[in-house]
């Protein structure tokens, strides 16, 4: 199974300020083939179900406000918050979809008010 | 509007039997790919199993921890889909979501609804 690692584990940033979250996979999630990262980050905030935000590593889901944004290849990825707000609060997943059906996420990130 | 809707969790004993269901709405449930993921307790999400639409096969798709244990089936006559739980073990403990697989841009893999989700504890 491609393992995810996501870091850190929980951070905390102003309102207003830029949160950034790592993501790393054991082996290269990008497809050569078409040139496409097979990399999804997700969005669950407290008592809620987890919300798709983005997918192909870079490409929001609709509706996601243009703040957060996705970055990386290979085996590092970043997701941005760029000016937190209030509802952002939440923890964030990144999942690989490369091995699908054996889809894999990673442990979290807890974003927190500082 | 997608909406997926659990029910069937509860409290069990290891060794027991159980069986979720996941009504199915808003969308065309017969063409769709479906997913069950789950969270134990404070922690991340773990994938279940998956499986595919009628007229791409109908076949299922397991993890490890839950292969041999766990069967996937769909009425499609109903818009539901169901987890069949045997064998259950205290690790088997979580809430469990019903998912769809790529319904919106057809990308195998990417889980874009999620249902709220039922929860199972296994307990003695």
């Known amino acids: 199974d491609i393992v995810m690692t996501q870091s850190p584990d929980s951070l905390a940033v102003s309102l207003g300020e830029r949160a950034t979250l790592n993501c790393k996979s054991s082996q290269s999630v990008l497809y050569t083939s078409n040139n496409k990262n097979y ?35 290979g085996t590092d ?11 952002d609060v939440a923890i964030y997943y990144c999942q690989q979809y490369y091995s699908t059906p054996s889809v894999t996420f990673g442990g979290g990130t807890k974003v927190e008010i500082k | 509007e997608v909406q997926l809707v659990e029910s069937g969790g509860g409290l ?10 996941c009504a199915a709405s808003g969308f065309t449930f017969s063409n769709a790919w479906m997913n069950w993921v789950r969270q134990a307790p404070g922690k991340g999400l773990e994938w279940v199993g998956r499986i595919k639409s009628k007229g791409e096969g109908g076949t299922t798709d397991y993890a490890a921890p839950v292969k041999g244990r766990f069967t996937i089936s769909r009425d499609d006559s109903k818009n539901t889909l169901y987890l069949q739980m045997n ?16 319904v919106m841009y057809v990308i195998r893999g990417v ?3 999620w249902g709220q989700g039922t929860l199972v504890t296994v307990s003695s």
């Open chain 2, 111 to 113: 889980v874009d609804f």
């Open chain 1, 39 to 73: 990399l999804a980050w997700y969005q669950q905030r407290p008592g809620q179900p987890p919300k798709l935000l983005i997918y192909w590593a870079s490409t929001r889901e609709s509706g996601v406000p243009d703040r957060f944004s996705g970055s990386g290849s």
């Open chain 2, 12 to 21: 069990v004993k290891p060794g027991d039997s159980l069986r979720l269901s």
């Open chain 2, 87 to 102: 064998s259950l073990k205290t690790e088997d403990t979580a809430l469990y979501y019903c998912a769809t697989d790529g």
């Open chain 1, 77 to 87: 990825f970043t997701l941005t918050i760029s000016g937190l707000q209030a509802e």
